[in-house]
């Protein structure tokens, strides 16, 4: 059993950055592949970054290509996302995933979560 728990989120003015943690439970962490989605009422939950187990393959999709990057410390169980040039369509519920093996594009093809926290990021 994997638990996430994401922090970081919060108010922003468009423009500026945030960095958000996930931090993970268990002893198999480097094995997870690991994901943050986010989610916005009346939207499709949409897949903003991913990275490996190891940390050496990351995917970033081009809606946040150039402004988001994903890390991960396997010694600190914690995987990162770091946000920059924030645009107000950026605020959404920001949720840490976490999988066994590789990495995937779609919500349910992992198999924990957390609870998310929030971005919001004004004009």
């Known amino acids: 059993q994997v638990q996430l728990v994401e922090s970081g989120g919060g108010l922003v003015q468009a423009g500026g950055s945030l960095r958000l943690s996930c931090a993970a439970s268990?002893?198999?962490?480097?094995?997870?592949?690991m994901a943050w989605f986010r989610q916005t009422p009346g939207k499709e939950r949409e897949l903003v970054a991913a990275i490996s187990g190891g940390g050496y393959t990351t995917y970033i999709p081009d809606s946040v290509k150039g402004r988001f990057t994903i890390s991960r410390d396997n010694a600190k169980n914690t995987v990162y996302l770091q946000m920059g040039s924030l645009k107000p369509e950026d605020t959404a519920i920001y949720v840490c995933?976490?999988?066994?093996?590789?990495?995937?594009?779609?919500?349910?093809?992992?198999?924990?979560y957390g609870k998310g926290t929030q971005v919001t990021v004004s004009s």
């Open positions: 268990g002893r198999t962490f480097s094995a997870n592949a």
């Open positions: 995933a976490a999988k066994e093996g590789q990495s995937g594009t779609r919500y349910r093809q992992y198999d924990y």
